[in-house]
């Protein structure tokens, strides 16, 4: 179907052929383009109101104001969910806290949160001062630990790989206060990234060249090893976490993904060894 707006405040849903399939009326002029989602519709009316519509039906889902009185002729963007439109007033505008689908639970899919996303996977907006809200080791007599990549974080939980000689593993800390919850000690230490969901972490023990290195799938309330898998001593041993499974390089060159019991699905090799982690999405 096709989707427009009039400067009669009238929104049209037709269909390729020209058939009418719904309408709604602004009660003010429209002059800029709509924009569309897979679910909603929104417009700007003249007079500075923000309206989501249904797609299917253009029944408003609901309305806002975007300020001072003017001519507005921004027409809306969506992405990231929010709405970003332009006002002849106030610049560009940011609206809306995005919907999270309760199935789609967060989880650090692996290196900084996964190849591209540079430890921020969300977006989130980090304020101009900050302040030390707690340290780890808290007690100042606590052997000082080797952290050997950059840690995993999930919602309530921190993933810190260690690879000194006072703790090898992965130690989870508290995301408030950095209390430590559990150790899990690894013989060769884990010198890489984890990867981590609310219910699960994933890393790699041994650094490259190591032999009898293994790629580890722990529970996250816990520390306790569920399945572990061989990996080769001359690969780079990346893991990333995926929605429903682990995907590693567990030999040079060859990815392999793992579903959450530890079976295997599918292996490709390839001919060289990886520069990086793979970038995972849906």
């Known amino acids: 179907r096709v989707f427009f707006a009039t400067r009669g405040g009238t929104v049209y849903s037709v269909g390729f052929d020209g058939r009418p399939l719904a309408t709604w009326n602004a009660h003010a002029p429209l002059l800029a383009s709509p924009a569309l989602t897979a679910s909603h519709l929104y417009v700007t009316s003249e007079s500075g109101r923000l309206f989501a519509l249904e797609r299917a039906n253009l029944q408003p889902v609901w309305e806002t104001a975007l300020g001072a009185a003017g ?52 977006c989130t907006a980090l304020p101009e001062r900050g302040a030390v809200l707690a340290t780890w080791p808290t007690n100042p007599g606590d052997p000082i630990p080797t952290i050997t990549a950059p840690a995993a974080a999930v919602p309530s939980r921190i993933f810190v790989p260690l690879a000194g000689p006072a703790q090898r593993g992965v130690a989870c800390l508290r ?15 884990v010198s890489s990234s984890p990867a981590a969901s609310a219910q699960h972490v994933v890393f790699v023990e041994g650094a490259k060249g190591s032999a009898g290195r293994r790629l580890h799938f722990v529970d996250a309330s816990s520390g306790v090893k ?12 990346l893991c990333g976490r995926t929605a429903d499974g682990v995907l590693a390089e567990d030999q040079l060159g060859r990815l392999t993904s793992f579903d959450l019991t530890g079976q295997v699905r599918w292996r490709a090799s390839h001919q060289s060894q990886l520069a990086g982690p793979p970038a995972l999405a849906d």
């Open 226 to 237: 569920l399945w572990s898998a061989e990996v080769a001593a001359d690969a780079f041993g």
């Open 175 to 189: 995301a408030d206060d950095a209390t430590q919850q559990w150790f899990c000690e690894t013989p060769l230490g």
């Open 71 to 122: 001519t507005f002729l921004s027409s809306p963007t969506i992405a990231r969910g929010h709405v970003y439109v332009g006002t002849p007033e106030d610049g560009l505008l940011c609206l809306g806290q995005p919907a999270r689908d309760a199935a789609d639970a967060p989880r650090w899919a692996g290196h900084l949160g996964g190849a591209g996303a540079g430890g921020n996977p969300d």
